[in-house]
T-cell receptor, first 108, second 113 residues
Framework: GIQVEQSPPDLILQEGANSTLRCNFS?????LQWFHQNPWGQLINLFY???GTKQNGRLSATTVATERYSLLYISSSQTTDSGVYFC??????????FGKGTRLSVIA | GAVVSQHPSRVICKSGTSVKIECRSL??????MFWYRQFPKQSLMLMAT?????????EQGVEKDKFLINHASLTLSTLTVTSAHPEDSSFYIC?????????FGPGTRLLVL
């Protein structure tokens, strides 16, 4: 099946800093999403982005499908951005496969 | 976004008992429901996919007789962990299929003593 690799596994940021999270995948995709899991476990959908670029406030994402990677940008990070960021994707009509996530801690 | 509820949010039970987890999609109907399990500091692992009115499809390594899934209606699916053991302690999350964008319930934290 399709493989998903996220980096870095852990990241500590000072409040106000910017960061880039990466998701590499092994096959062509027809669905790629980024999620944020808050400290209470709730998963929030950030972007549906199988290709192209999207922005939502301080967050933006880019997927280069031909090169099999996606990037999530967080600008001016805040302590509320802390949590785990997951990339999840599929190829064909199959359930999403999740990466191992990037654990982000933003300190004041 | 879609509204998905799970009940209970957390449960502690004795080894050998059964626990039922309910998942409801409150503002849309879902023919398909995904159930995931997440161990501490790990990623989400798909356990099973259920379709309303038919039997669930389980992922490799997930015992279908231990994790009973009922998807009786388009807004309700239940996961029953039968004869729970400490190794079943985990965070269980449902996700009704809504097409491209996937939404998740808030999760149920199960602790088996």
């Amino acid at each position: 099946g399709i493989q998903v690799e996220q980096s870095p596994p852990d990241l500590i940021l000072q409040e106000g800093a910017n960061s880039t999270l990466r998701c590499n995948f092994s096959d062509s995709v027809n669905n790629l999403q980024w999620f944020h899991q808050n400290p209470w476990g709730q998963l929030i959908n950030l972007f549906y982005i199988p290709s192209g670029t999207k922005q939502n406030g301080r967050l933006s994402a880019t997927t280069v499908a031909t090169e099999r990677y996606s990037l999530l940008y967080i600008s001016s990070s805040q302590t509320t951005d802390s949590g785990v960021y997951f990339c999840a994707l599929n190829s064909g009509n199959t359930p999403l496969v999740f990466g191992k996530g990037t654990r982000l801690s933003v300190i004041a | 976004g879609a509204v998905v509820s799970q009940h209970p949010s957390r449960v502690i039970c004795k080894s050998g008992t059964s626990v039922k987890i309910e998942c409801r999609s409150l503002d849309f109907q879902a023919t398909t429901m995904f159930w995931y399990r997440q161990f501490p500091k790990q990623s989400l692992m798909l356990m099973a996919t259920s379709n309303e009115g038919s039997k669930a499809t389980y992922e490799q390594g997930v015992e279908k007789d231990k994790f009973l899934i009922n998807h009786a209606s388009l807004t309700l699916s239940t996961l029953t962990v039968t004869s729970a053991h400490p190794e079943d302690s985990s965070f269980y999350i449902c996700s009704p299929d809504r097409g491209e964008t996937q939404y998740f319930g808030p999760g149920t934290r199960l602790l088996v003593l």
